[in-house]
């Protein structure tokens, strides 16, 4: 396929779109204007700064000339006019559809992340049948009636029993070819991401948004870099829950805090679904760290070392900064689980803190 | 790209052709191909021609037009291109005969391309010029690197709408270079100062010409030119880009980027100029054609839709298409029946009004110019242009058949609300849509502003302020030109305001009498 002349232009457009949202990458983190334009693979952006200014009027100008019914105070369609000052162009705000693939590599490229290396003989490798071949013999369901059947009028024309006239093709055994398959083997990476967050009644809603933006951003990043990715939600309060994604981040409880039930909760769902020969399996946990008790937290440590630890990935704790509570528990994490490597902490004070929360999770590629 | 049309629609070009010929129309020879998809959007993102210099803002265009194609947001059927000769392009998916319909719709348009005044100036070359234009960017490009190229094409962008169309039928000012080279030679030029001398047979030459009208003239004349000695420009400038061409501290590739940018925005302009005519007149064409020598009854119904919907306007949209073959079959019907002139517009008698002239129309089918109404739209299409043909053909009886309103933005609700039908505030709000592009009139007004070189321009004020903020975004692309402090002066909300960029700062200021006046004023 020959290539348009204006496939240039529009690769220098893409190219100049990339480096505007790079700029901006640091508001996109810390703003939830990327939230909720997601669509399957594409998520819409809207991009300050990319059109050419000119003279132009101003707003006391949102006037013009419509056709059809109604009588004077009716709105006008959807208020998109032939006025100069409508909503024409030049909001100076483009929204341009930019891949989730192209998105998280933004992001690795900014904060300067490696690609993730896969653990161990968690590469699975996938096995497919591709008919990619031909073969002489084979059952009747798979025979290439194209290609058998220009072998029978060439063989009719070569010996002169084709009549142009009375145009029959009889097939012989010889012309017959049949679709052959390959088994095509592919590596293949799986992950699972299990999100754990405390809904006690200290995480108000304000937590509840970096929680969401913290995960948005967690999700382009390790969607980038598996093939097959599956996303788990647990809640907890004093007991631990799983839910869906869009309870995940609407459900508020009151009541006190047991971190140590999301844990046990993690633990049963890994156990029973995803192997760890199988997955590469990560864990985030986000809480305002105001555990109940002492005796919870320590509980919590030795979890960690003894059951989760071991077998994934990464393990992400992330405290949001709240107006109630100690805030205690990353402290306890850092005194009593010392020296794994796939332990990761970081608190989020504010939305500016997501920038560099991401880059300490996934600095050093696990 | 380029497929050589199918025998099929060859013919049938050829046959529409000759019927369009018989009907009165007068086209350079129309060069049609067949394109795909992808390609008709490309060609749009370049605005019609096959090949631009290189931009990304035709790649941000291709990206908008394919998007908008694929959703099923709008789909394009035709582009020309007003060159000798024309080429048009048939999108490759269409039905038979939507293909007849887009080729009597582009006779049309051609026909008004080689017609109309307004586009009488334009070159008719301009597809070889776009490719010369392209060569000598990406040479550019190659010699000074792709982000300087770039950077500075934005910056001419930005500037790119201030330009004077009017210009391109007045006697052009002598550059100085041609100045210099006539003054080298010895010629003193032609006389400035010698009054207006109106023809006139020898005999009756002193009565028509007095001396003594002559003299205080020349007099006068010659008192303006002392008071204008030493100004630049001498008289406020509309064509912005002129002006920083001539006296901008440019290299030159810049001088010449800048000289396409400005050839291609004069290129455009009488397209801008005449959107509703053009479009109407080919809709009336494409109409007529279709209807009366071209459509087979099993072609009835997807024309109609077809044709309608191209015509169809939602509340908050006019369509030019919609305005313009209406109108002139609004003129073609008056002057059938002689409602026009003074008696015409004295009458107030609804009753003798509707039925003026009804027996004078044409009882048989009209062909080429054979009725008044016909002969009156032929000329029409000539010396027209949008805001002149609205200003005079717009009737109130017109608005009301189209049911049209004048609507506003309602700061308490913030939505688009119907204001009235009152003809004369349609009218106004039509024209002043269509003066000038409905962009603001922008002059030069000072070239040494306070004796220091720097840049004064002007914006005559017709009722609507400047955006501000565009406007300071505006400056800093025209400061990137002329490299030192630029200002405009320009009405908010009734306050004369200069706003200004040196390089560094945007500023604004209030202007009062301890700020120096400008060499000319407005």
Same mark, same amino acid.
């Given at each position: 396929m020959h290539v348009l002349k204006i496939a240039k232009d529009h690769q220098r457009f893409r190219q100049i779109i990339k480096g505007k949202i790079r700029q901006d990458l640091r508001k996109f983190l810390s703003r939830g204007e990327l939230l909720g334009r997601e669509g399957k693979r594409a998520i819409s952006i809207p991009v300050h700064g990319i059109d050419i200014p000119h003279f132009r009027y101003g707003d006391n100008n949102d006037a013009g000339v419509g056709s059809g019914d109604g009588k004077p105070g009716d709105q006008v369609g959807d208020g998109d006019g032939m006025g100069p000052g409508g909503t024409q162009e030049g909001r100076h705000i483009l929204e341009v559809d930019v891949g989730l693939d192209e998105l998280a590599d933004i992001l690795g490229e900014e904060l300067q992340l490696p690609r993730i290396q896969p653990r161990g003989k968690k590469n699975i490798t996938s096995e497919r049948d591709r008919y990619s071949g031909i073969r002489q013999a084979g059952p009747e369901s798979l025979r290439h009636f194209k290609r058998t059947f220009r072998r029978a009028l060439r063989r009719q024309i070569m010996s002169g029993t084709y009549d142009p006239d009375s145009p029959r093709i009889i097939f012989e055994r010889g012309d017959k *070819?049949?679709? &052959?398959?390959?088994?095509?083997?592919?590596?293949?990476?799986?992950?699972?991401?299990?999100?754990?967050?405390? *809904?006690?009644? &200290?995480?108000?809603?304000?937590?509840?948004?970096?929680?969401?933006?913290?995960?948005?951003?967690?999700?382009?990043?390790l969607r980038r870099n598996y093939e097959g990715i599956e996303s788990r939600y647990i809640v907890h309060d004093v007991r631990a829950a799983e839910v869906d994604r869009e309870t995940f981040f609407r459900l508020r409880e009151d009541g006190g805090t047991r971190i140590s039930s999301a844990f046990r909760a993690a633990r049963e769902l890994l156990d029973s679904t995803y192997s760890a020969d199988e997955w590469n399996i990560y864990l985030f946990h986000f809480s305002d760290g105001d555990n109940s008790s002492e005796s919870d937290s320590r509980e919590c440590c030795k979890m960690l070392r003894d059951n989760i630890l071991p077998t994934v990935n990464l393990f992400g704790y992330c405290q949001v900064a709240s107006a109630y509570g100690s805030g205690n528990f990353i402290n306890v994490l850092h005194e009593h689980v010392t020296g794994a490597e796939n332990l990761i902490t970081s608190r989020v004070n504010n939305k500016d803190d997501i920038y560099d929360s991401i880059k300490t999770f996934f600095s050093k590629g696990q | 790209m380029v497929r050589k049309l199918p025998k099929d629609l060859e013919e049938q070009a050829r046959i529409i052709a000759e019927f369009a010929r018989r009907e009165g129309l007068d086209f350079y020879p129309t060069i049609f191909e067949v394109l795909s998809a992808e390609e008709v959007s490309q060609v749009a993102a370049y605005g019609g021609f096959p090949q631009r210099y290189p931009h990304w803002r035709f790649g941000m265009e291709y990206e908008r037009l394919r998007k908008q194609h694929s959703y099923g947001l709008g789909r394009i059927y035709e582009m020309v291109i007003n060159n000798d000769p024309c080429y048009a392009y048939l999108l490759e998916d269409n039905t038979l005969t939507d293909q007849k319909t887009v080729m009597a719709h582009v006779y049309g348009h051609c026909d008004f391309f080689k017609n109309n005044i307004w586009f009488s100036r334009t070159n008719r070359r301009m597809m070889d010029d776009m490719a010369n234009h392209a060569t000598r960017v990406r040479r550019y490009i190659k010699r000074y690197g792709l982000d300087r190229v770039e950077t500075f094409i934005d910056t001419c962008l930005s500037l790119e709408d201030l330009i004077d169309p009017h210009s391109m039928f007045m006697q052009r000012t002598e550059t100085r270079g041609a100045q210099h080279i006539r003054r080298q030679a010895g010629d003193a030029g032609p006389e400035q100062?010698?009054?207006?001398?109106?023809?006139?047979?020898?005999?009756?030459?002193?009565?028509?010409?007095?001396?003594?009208?002559?003299?205080?003239?020349?007099?006068?004349?010659?008192e303006e030119a002392e008071r204008r000695r030493g100004r630049v420009p001498a008289k406020p400038l509309r064509d912005v880009l002129q002006f920083l061409m001539e006296f901008a501290p440019l290299q030159d590739w810049e001088a010449d980027i800048l000289s396409i940018i400005r050839e291609e925005a004069y290129y455009f302009a009488p397209q801008g100029q005449t959107k509703i005519m053009n479009e109407g007149w080919a809709s009336y064409w494409h109409s007529t054609l279709m209807t009366n020598y071209i459509l087979k009854a099993d072609e009835l119904i997807t024309y109609c839709d077809h044709h309608s919907g191209t015509l169809a306007s939602s509340p908050g949209r006019l369509n030019p298409y919609k305005v313009g073959i209406e109108l002139f079959r609004d003129i073609e019907r008056r002057w059938n029946t002689g409602?026009?002139?003074?008696?015409?517009?004295?009458?107030?008698?609804?009753?003798?009004?509707?039925?003026?002239?009804?027996?004078?129309?044409?009882?048989?089918?009209?062909?080429?110019?054979?009725?008044?109404?016909?002969?009156?739209?032929?000329?029409?299409?000539?010396?027209y242009n949008d805001v002149t043909f609205l200003d005079e053909f717009l009737t109130p009886e017109f608005i009301e058949d189209q049911n049209l309103f004048h609507y506003r933005y309602d700061p308490s609700t913030g939505r688009m609300v119907v204001v009235n039908r009152d003809f004369r505030k349609i009218k106004q709000q039509m024209l002043f849509m269509l003066t000038n592009h409905a962009r603001p009139y922008i002059y030069v007004l000072?070239?040494?502003?306070?004796?220091?070189?720097?840049?004064?321009?002007?914006?005559?004020?017709?009722?609507?302020?400047?955006?501000?903020?565009?406007?300071?975004?505006?400056?800093?692309?025209?400061?990137?030109?002329?490299?030192?402090?630029?200002?405009?002066?320009?009405?908010?909300?009734?306050?004369?305001?200069?706003?200004?960029?040196?390089?560094?700062?945007?500023?604004?200021?209030?202007?009062?009498?301890a700020l120096p006046e400008p060499a000319n004023d407005l």
């Open positions: *070819v049949y679709r &052959s398959w390959k088994t095509v083997r592919s590596p293949q990476s799986n992950a699972v991401i299990v999100y754990m967050m405390d *809904v006690s009644g &200290s995480m108000g809603a304000e937590q509840k948004e970096l929680v969401r933006l913290e995960a948005f951003w967690i999700d382009a990043w | 100062h010698a009054g207006v001398r109106y023809p006139a047979k020898s005999y009756m030459d002193p009565f028509i010409n007095p001396r003594r009208r002559l003299d205080a003239e020349r007099q006068a004349q010659l409602r026009y002139g003074p008696e015409y517009d004295a009458c107030d008698d609804m009753q003798t009004r509707r039925n003026w002239g009804k027996d004078q129309a044409p009882k048989t089918r009209v062909v080429g110019r054979g009725s008044p109404g016909r002969e009156k739209i032929y000329q029409v299409r000539a010396i000072d070239g040494n502003y306070r004796n220091r070189g720097e840049l004064y321009l002007g914006h005559r004020h017709n009722g609507v302020d400047l955006d501000i903020k565009f406007a300071q975004e505006t400056l800093k692309a025209l400061q990137a030109i002329w490299k030192r402090p630029v200002h405009i002066r320009a009405l908010i909300d009734d306050e004369p305001i200069l706003f200004s960029y040196d390089g560094e700062q945007s500023a604004q200021q209030h202007i009062d009498d």
